[in-house]
T-cell receptor, first 110, second 121 residues
Framework: GENVEQHPSTLSVQEGDSAVIKCTYS??????FPWYKQELGKRPQLIID?????GEKKDQRIAVTLNKTAKHFSLHITETQPEDSAVYFC?????????FGTGTRLQVFP | NAGVTQTPKFQVLKTGQSMTLQCAQD?????MYWYRQDPGMGLRLIYY???????DKGEVPNGYNVSRLNKREFSLRLESAAPSQTSVYFC????????????????????FGEGSRLTVL
């Protein structure tokens, strides 16, 4: 089955800097790669996703890149703000379910 | 629309007790899921139901049972609770799902409930 690894587990940046979170997956048949953000005490919510027929997708300050050959994908957040502080999860679509990474706790310091 | 509603939000059990977590969605979604969240472990899939009438094991099914009561409702039961089942449980639903063959190989956005914090003493 699918296995997703996520790094780093914690990330601290200064406000205005960029943050990058990386994930690798094992199942070459996976074709959908979403990212979820979970604020403290809240439910996870989708922030961006990418499908296997594209290599990059942007939405304002966040972007995701996908390298299917290497089986890895990354989340990029530019001009970070304190409200970006949260836990971020990557995921990959297995046969009929999403498998999540272990999460990255991002802290943005003013 | 309430989205995904799960109850109870908090529960304390003693080892060996049983309980059922209830989940309902009002978005007419086909697929429903139960995840557990533990520190440093991410979201791990317990069971899922790709469509009404079907249920399948996820990554960590041992000690749990599920029932897809109808299209709206998906319950998770702990028959004999153990301290290792102390966790935050999330129910989720998605419109798409059901496997690559059925929906063209694309999973859909998951909508999560608010979570249920379970402590087993």
């Amino acid at each position: 089955g699918e296995n997703v690894e996520q790094h780093p587990s914690t990330l601290s940046v200064q406000e205005g800097d960029s943050a990058v979170i990386k994930c690798t997956y094992s199942d070459s048949a996976s074709n959908y790669f979403p990212w979820y953000k979970q604020e403290l005490g809240k439910r996870p919510q989708l922030i961006i996703d990418i499908r296997s027929n594209v290599g990059e997708k942007k939405d304002q300050r966040i972007a995701v890149t996908l390298n299917k050959t290497a089986k890895h994908f990354s989340l990029h957040i530019t001009e970070t703000q304190p409200e970006d502080s949260a836990v971020y999860f990557c995921a990959a679509s297995g046969a009929d379910k999403l498998i999540f990474g272990t999460g990255t706790r991002l802290q943005v310091f003013p | 629309n309430a989205g995904v509603t799960q109850t109870p939000k908090f529960q304390v059990l003693k080892t060996g007790q049983s309980m059922t977590l209830q989940c309902a969605q009002d978005m007419n979604h086909n697929s429903m899921y139960w995840y557990r969240q533990d520190p440093g472990m991410g979201l791990r899939l317990i069971y899922y139901s790709a469509s009404e009438g079907t249920t399948d094991k996820g990554e960590v099914p041992n000690g749990y049972n599920v029932s897809r009561l109808n299209k709206r409702e998906f319950s998770l039961r702990l028959e004999s609770a153990a301290p290792s089942q102390t966790s935050v449980y999330f129910c989720a639903s998605s419109e798409l799902g059901g496997g690559r063959a059925r929906f063209g190989g694309v999973a859909g956005e998951l909508f999560f409930g608010e979570g249920s914090r379970l402590t087993v003493l």
